[in-house]
């Protein structure tokens, strides 16, 4: 390889992978196998959805070496025993990889095209692994991107129930806490609103996460902005009346959001939010929250309009 012949770009990416071997080695004390270097390039890669379109994550590449013969890895421990500076030097190659091949490109990077493009890094380098040479590797084969559902505000969530039938919920937004939803009163055999006039309110609005969402775990039924209007907007986030930081909000707790005024209040609210019994949280893991609903926790509250 002649570095004069190489672009500036190239080189910088080169430089940089560099680091990734050596932060392996110096640790570990040999080269890592081809096996290990994609597994940490899969423990390292951070999707980038401005610069990225359907790659999946996390990154799990397979090779195929020269005569279309697919390269089985050996099984290896390396990459669990290793401290964190092989990965965040993995992290930087990536970033700088994926920067590069993405300037002045109209259309956003495929996972086909971060793996061709890794590969060409890897042949440029003449890198030559414990187990094999870059030279001998014909292709780098991402997995199948898989589809993912993303929420906007006022789509309907069904969520399965245990007995049959679904909870469903309303998409109030999102914010630090996580995906706001409000719940609609009943569990349904159809997955769908129907009278949007006849719904109502199960309880106050829950914070939970979008992974089950994005899976298509719990389907997206319908977008009805009209069923927004009998949730507060924005969705409150409660505190005790005594703080872990040792603030006081009144007897019974406050109740508000980031952006606006903390509001005190009283005994029934913070009863049946669960502030009193201690089972009140500001976010709810997605299968915390789908047991929580079968076991009838949000069964327990009068309509978020009930005390205002």
Do not use: C
Not at 129 to 153: G, H
Not at 216 to 232: D, K, M, S
């Amino acid at each position: 390889m002649n570095p004069q012949s190489l672009s500036e770009e190239l080189q910088a990416s080169l430089e940089s992978l560099d680091h990734v071997f050596q932060a392996f080695t110096e640790e570990i004390g040999k080269d890592p196998t081809l096996g290990e270097f994609l597994e940490i390039v899969s423990l390292s890669f951070q999707s980038d959805e401005d610069a990225l379109s359907d790659v999946p994550f996390p990154l799990l590449l397979k090779a195929k070496k020269r005569g279309n013969r697919w390269y089985k890895a050996e099984p290896s421990d390396q990459v669990a025993s290793l401290n964190d500076n092989t990965f965040n030097e993995a992290a930087e190659f990536l970033n700088l990889l994926v920067e590069r091949i993405s300037a002045n490109r109209e259309r956003k990077l495929s996972a086909e095209d971060l793996a061709t493009h890794l590969l060409e890094v890897l042949q440029a380098g003449e890198r030559i692994f414990a187990d094999i040479a870059a030279e001998d590797v014909q292709a780098l084969v991402p997995p199948a991107a898989k589809k993912t559902f993303r929420a906007k505000t006022g789509d309907v969530v069904a969520i399965p129930a245990v007995t049959g039938g679904h909870h469903l919920a309303v998409v109030l937004g999102e914010d630090t806490t996580g995906l706001a939803v409000g719940l609609l009163e009943g569990v349904f055999s159809l997955q769908r609103i129907g009278d949007v006039g006849k719904h109502r309110v199960r309880h106050m609005p829950v914070h939970t996460g979008t992974r089950l969402i994005r899976d298509g775990t719990w389907p997206i039924v319908g977008n009805h902005p009209a069923l927004l209007a009998l949730f507060p907007d924005p969705p409150d986030i409660y505190w005790q009346a005594v703080t872990a930081w040792g603030g006081r909000f009144g007897d019974y707790g406050g109740a508000g959001n980031s952006d606006g005024p903390i509001r005190l209040i009283g005994k029934a609210e913070a009863e049946a939010v669960g502030l009193l019994d201690g089972t009140y949280r500001s976010s709810y893991l997605e299968e915390q929250f789908q047991r929580l609903l079968d076991e009838g926790r949000f069964d327990n509250g009068p309509t978020p309009r009930s005390w205002l």
